[in-house]
T-cell receptor, first 115, second 112 residues
């Protein structure tokens, strides 16, 4: 069965410092993995996705994530945080190969950026 | 600006009212979804439509009734809701089931 665990419910960083949001997944097949961002009072916006191509995936706004099969992880990083990055971030796993189309969402990590 | 548009953005309704949420996608997709987002809970998938046919109904109470008249439009009809139904309702679409889904900005629903 699929599952996804976001290891931190809240992360605080200072502006200009690196961001690390952690995500571990469980999947029986080759998963597709996604990160979405949700700013206050907004819907979810796709940041990046992994679908069995390059293991290092670059997304929008300077974010990237690395798929590590041995660690079943898909952590989201950014070298330098900006105030506008303050939002909630969701890690998502999908198992198309298993014949299911369902997305499994993590519980979210709220990123706070300090001036 | 998102390719998935939801209206209204905010809705307050009494428990005896009947209202509808509307979603329109401008991406040419053939699958549409309703999700519910409540505080401190993971996103809950409510309904899935593929090629205008419902393919998923995740044990959602009958007071929520979806309608998909064509591949671009999706409605969620609401009647006799409960205060615990207050949440952000998100519409999404994808090209085929299981492909990347794109969300609208959501409709905030408050049941009083």
């Amino acid at each position: 069965a699929q599952s996804v665990t976001q290891l931190d419910s809240h992360v605080s960083v200072s502006e200009g410092t690196p961001v690390l949001l952690r995500c571990n997944y469980s999947s029986s097949y080759s998963p597709s993995l996604f990160w979405y961002v949700q700013h206050p009072n907004k819907g979810l916006q796709l940041l990046l996705k992994y679908t069995s191509a390059a293991t290092l995936v670059k997304g929008i706004n300077g974010f990237e994530a690395e798929f590590k099969k041995s660690e079943t992880s898909f952590h989201l990083t950014k070298p330098s945080a900006h105030m506008s990055d303050a939002a909630e971030y969701f890690c998502v796993v999908s198992d198309r190969a298993s014949g299911t189309y369902k997305y499994i969402f993590g519980t979210g990590t709220r990123l706070k950026v300090l001036a | 600006e998102t390719g998935v548009t939801q209206t209204p953005r905010h809705l307050v309704m009494g428990m005896t009212n009947k209202k509808s949420l509307k979603c329109e996608q401008h991406l040419g997709h053939n699958a549409m979804y309703w999700y519910k987002q409540s505080a401190k809970k993971p996103l809950e998938l409510m309904f899935v439509y593929s090629l205008e046919e419902r393919v998923e109904n995740n044990s959602v109470p009958s007071r929520f009734s979806p309608e998909c008249p064509n591949s671009s439009h999706l409605f969620l009809h609401l009647h006799t809701l409960q205060p615990e139904d207050s949440a952000l309702y998100l519409c999404a679409s994808s090209q085929d089931l299981g492909n990347t889904i794109y969300f609208g900005e959501g409709s905030w629903l408050t049941v009083v």
